[in-house]
Each structure stands twice: as structure tokens, then as C-alpha cells.
């Protein structure tokens, strides 16, 4: 049997390159006489912009801190041990980068078991232990304050979550185990499953303590300061923390059936994860902590040699990493300063960009329309927006009337648009429209400004192609809702020229979006992939497949709606626009429906109704679909609809409208909020054998988003 320091240091040899992490013990005296203490403070020598992690280095660096607190218990010298972090961090988990490199089994339970080893000889010191979460705690950080007697919160801590199953992982050193054993089987779905299906929801400090996660919350200021006066305390018996009594009958199970439910919801079966999660909790309902442990270990090992994990940790790294450095952007010395943007069009997609521009940008921000009364309406709406955030506390009154003052209305462009920068039109998806609004923008804006169009699906190049100084113009493609969805297309048009690119890129990363530079190609990258996608369910329903079979087809993919609801919510008659721009453009792979075409023209707003609080067929749609006669199985549909998919991607990147797959998934991930458990999209398709059979190879080299061989 290998003693953790052997584990650890086995683990080592194949993570050279780990950020370590040191655990550095230091003694003090606690208020009140209460006697020694040995603080362990976990820090990688890093500000807060790298935060603290654990690799195998770093979980025996902590591991000889412990020998020597555990010698110091023993020997009676001290009266109790804390961990802390450094400034704005407390430690956000297990070192990702490792993870991806092992490439076998009994590697990847060599972290698990690392990790609890290390973690669990906090809970067997001689003396009480304290975790003090001074900052940001994820996954491991989470777990190694649960493996503590005591935890105290900073009321200023800003992001605290077990992320593990978002990324295709378990909380596998002691989440799914001392959790609900701590706060209760439904407390511990909420954060362990829910909040990480819901985009990696993240808690603050009051929701830690609330939950009762921590035992006492105190202000960010002098947070360790507080947290050592109650720890002093708690030692001398003037404190007694009590906790309330875990329902381990009929609510524990009832609690696991929940977490079944949000995940069939969410994943639907398609994702590992989140069930090897829920069967780890359903088990600790007898508090044996052990067996669980060893479960997680288990399920960690098995996770971590699984397509999924890598997937996740593919998208995360897109999001994180390809998304801050977009591929094939300009040099950023050449953008140019924007200190005031114009914006044509004043309805709820125009009134959306104003807001972000006028939030982010924080400089006047003018709007025009067709007649005064859409100005006044555009106008009001950021002003309420502003208010809503006001009332919610996320900005100050100096903030909201100083935003407030930015933002203005005018109908005339000249008076509008002279001094602006950077002018954004979303107006109607009408070429003449745009190139007519271009023009106007043309003869009264300064000859430096961009004139970005916030276009779907049309030709930026067409757009431009009429005016004097067609290099200043960019696509710029926003996903709504705007505020949530961060993606922006920026198109580059045949005479886009490198400086307006860059302005572009430059205005993308104030806005806090990630930008990707698609060629100027019909309907760019999302929407042209949705299209193909949602046109061959589309195709099967009117050669005579029944809508719930189409629909159902496809949940083993997991995505966040079915595909007639994200139609729903795009709308129906955006949806033909697309449909038949893009047919215009590829006749033989882009269709447009008769069906779809019939139910825009009954001005319907989509095919389900939701009386029953879950979609249903609306029996007015179902009376206007005209159907053939041949019906497939799900799995025949999902084939169709996959190898089209596959099809369509394999010729982008043919056409060089994306500089590699990575940025198709990257889109997918930030623009339609594709799960990261499928990295997107092109990892799946390699996965299942999806890309071989349609287009004879890969879309990624083995080992990128996948088990290296």
C-alpha cells in the first residue's frame, strides 16, 4: 500500500509543469488566552488574477504542513489549526492542466485518492480545525474547508461553488459525501447539481452561511481578524455552534428524485456526471464517510477517463483562454480610441446595445430612429433598465444619473452621429435597409468612425459595397439577450481594413464579449449551423415524421431547449429569413418549409402552446402542417440531423470562414449556450464517429477534447 507522500509524488512525475502551491504554517496567539494556534495560509505566490490550485505538488506541500500541525496537536502544543488564503482567494480546486494529461486509470484514482488522504487528516487532528474562506473557494478549495470542524465566511467573498459535474466531474474529496451530511441531502443538490447545470451559478458569502456551510459570516475587512476573536471562542466553550438535525428518512430520498429530475431536465441522460453525483449522495444517507470517499474515488477515476470531463475541460479552457485571444485579431496598437458611439434604430435589439455600450463603455451613447416617438421609447428603456439596477443595488444613484446623462435621443443623424466614433446600425435584415442607412451614416460621421452592422445573416461586403469608404465597415453580431449570451460575431468584409478589425476587437473586449472573427459567409457561424441543424428536424417533420419524435430525437445531445422552443424564442419569421437567405446562398443543402412558411404566415408565434405549463402541439399548428408519409425512428433522425451538421461545419472550415473548429465550438458554447460537457459541438461528433463517416476524418487531433492515446 503506497503512503500519500508515494501517491503524491507519483502524480508529480507527470504534471512537471504545475502552478505548486505552498502551505505556509504560522502560530499565533488567539484572543482571550485561549491558547496556540497554527494557521495554515495556502498561497502559489501569485496576485488574485492566478488563483490557487491543487496539483499533486501542491496537495503534499499541504500534507507536510499537516505532519507538522498533527506533530504540535499531539504534543499538546497547540489548541486548534486553521487554512486560509491568500488575498481574494481562498483555492479554487484541483489543477485542471494535470487532469488532461493522465492517461490512465489508476493515475486518475491516484488524484482522487490524493486528495482525500490529505484532506481527511484535518478531520482526525487531536485539536478542533477552522477553514476560514477569506475569497473565492471552488471544488477542492470547497472540500478541504468541509473536511474541518468549523468554517467561518467573508461576507465579501464573491464566487464559492462545487463546479465539478458543469465540467463532467464529481466534487470527488469529499463534496458529494460531507455535504449533505453537513446541510442536509436538498441543500446539497441545490449546490452540488443545480447551480452547476445552471451555468456554473456561483453563491456569495451570506448564501454560504445561509446554507449553513459556515458557521459565521463576517465582514471582508477585517474578516481573519473576526474569524480568530470567534474562533478563541468557540475553544473556550463561550460559543456553541449548533447545527440543525439532517433529515435522513423520506426528505433525503425525496431530495435524490429532485436532482434525478433537474438533470434528466438539463442533460437528459447524455452526460454521466451529475448521476454518478446523485448515486454518491443517495449512498452517504448513513454517514458512512468512508464508503463514500472510496465512491468518489471511484467515480473521479472513471470520469476522468471519460470523453465528457474532456470535453468539458476542452470548452473551458475555449472560454477561458481562446475566447480572451481571438484567433486572427489585428494588432491591438492599431484601434483606435472610441469616446462616443451612435446607434440607428431605437427598437428593444437597438435599446439593448445602447444599454451595454452606455454600462461598459461608460461614454455618450446616441440614439436615432424614424420619428420621435421610437426615440422617446428607446431612450425610456435604457433609462428603466437603469433603474431596475438601481433598485437591485448593482449601481449607485451617482452611477445611474451619470449613465443616465449619456444616453440621448436625436432624429436628425447629422446632429446625432458628427463626433461619434463608432455608429452600430439594427435596423430591419433588408440589404437596400442597411446600405441606405450606411450611406446617410456615411456623409455625417467623421471619416475615422466604424460603421459596424449588427447583422445576422446578410453581406457585410454587400452592405459596404456603395460607399466611398467601405473599409471602415465591420460586422458586428450580437446574440440575444444581450445582456446574458456573450458571444459577438465580428465579420470581416472583403475591404474591412486591419485598423477598423482591431477598433472592433478593442470595443468587443470593453464590452466584456467574446469575440470570434468569422469571414464574411452567409449567416457567419451560429446562425448558419442552428439553420442546417433546426432545417433537417425541420425536413423530417414535412416528409412526415411526427413533431415529438423530431424533438425527442435530439435530447441525447443535451442542449438547453429542444429545437421548436429555441425557434420560439428566435421566432418563427426570423427563422425563415434566415432559412431562405441561406438557401438563396446553398440551394442544395438549406431548405426553406412550406411548413414553417405556413405558420409565420398564420402569425404564429411558434408551435407549442404552454397552457399546460409544458409545451404542447398548438392544434391550430398541427392543422395548418402538411406531412408525407415517411416516418423515421429517433435514431434515424438524429443521424440525419448530426451528419448535416457535420456536413456543414467540415465545409466552413473548407471555406476558411472560422480559423479552426475550435472556433465553431467556441460560438456554439458562448452564442447558444451549447452544453460544455459536448465541448461545444465538433467533440461530440468525433466522439460518437459522426466526423469520419460524413466528411473522413476528424475535426480534432486525438487527445484535444478527448483521452490521449
Partial sequence: MSTTAELLKGAAELFPDEVVTQAHVRHLDLPYGAGRFALITLDNGFDHTKPTTFGPASLANLNTAVDQVEAEAAAGDIVGAGVTGKPFIFAVGADLKGVELLTEHQ????????????????????????????????????????HCTYRTVSQALPAFSLPEVFLGLVPGWGGCTILPNLIGADRAVSVIIENSLNQNKQLKGRQVFELGIADALFEGADFLEQSLIWTARVLKGDIAVERPVVDRGEGWDQAVARGRFLADSKVHGAAPAAYRALDIIAAAKDGDLQRGFDAEDRALADLIMGGELRSGIYAFNLVQKRGKRPAGAPDKSLARPVTKVGVVGAGLMASQ?????LRRLEVPVVLTDIDQERVDKGVGYVHAEIDKLLGKGRIGQ?????????????????EGFADADFVIEAVFEEIGVKQQVFAEVEAVAPAHAILATNTSSLSVTEMASKLKNPERVVGFHF????????????????????????TAFAVARKLKKTAVLTKDAPAFVVNRILTRFMGEIQN?????TPVEVAEKAVEPLGLPMSPLVLLELVGPAIGLHVSETLNRAFPDRFTVSPN??????????GFYVHDSGKPELDPEVAALL???DAVLTEEQ???????AVAQEIGLMLDEGVVAEAQDIDLCLITGAGWPFHLGGITPYLDREGVSERVNGRRFLAPGVASVPA
Fill in 398 to 414: 451617482d452611477r445611474a444619473n451619470r449613465l443616465k446623462a449619456l444616453v440621448t435621443g436625436v432624429l436628425d443623424k447629422a
Fill in 540 to 544: 423530417v417533420i414535412d416528409e412526415g
Fill in 637 to 643: 433522425v438524429r443521424d440525419r440531423v448530426l451528419d
Fill in 626 to 628: 402538411k406531412q408525407g
Fill in 107 to 146: 493515475d486518475a484514482l491516484a488524484i482522487g485518492k490524493g486528495g482525500h488522504e490529505v484532506f481527511k487528516r484535518l478531520a482526525g487532528l487531536a485539536v478542533p480545525t477552522f477553514a476560514y474562506y477569506n475569497g473565492a473557494a471552488m471544488g477542492g478549495g470547497v472540500e478541504v474547508g468541509l
Fill in 596 to 605: 414553417l412558411a405556413a405558420v409565420v404566415k398564420a402569425g404564429k408565434r
Fill in 479 to 502: 446574440f440575444n439577450p444581450v445582456a446574458i449570451l456573450p458571444l459577438l460575431e465580428i465579420v470581416r468584409g472583403e475591404q474591412t481594413d486591419d485598423a477598423s478589425l482591431a
Fill in 353 to 357: 446595445l445602447a444599454l451595454l455600450f
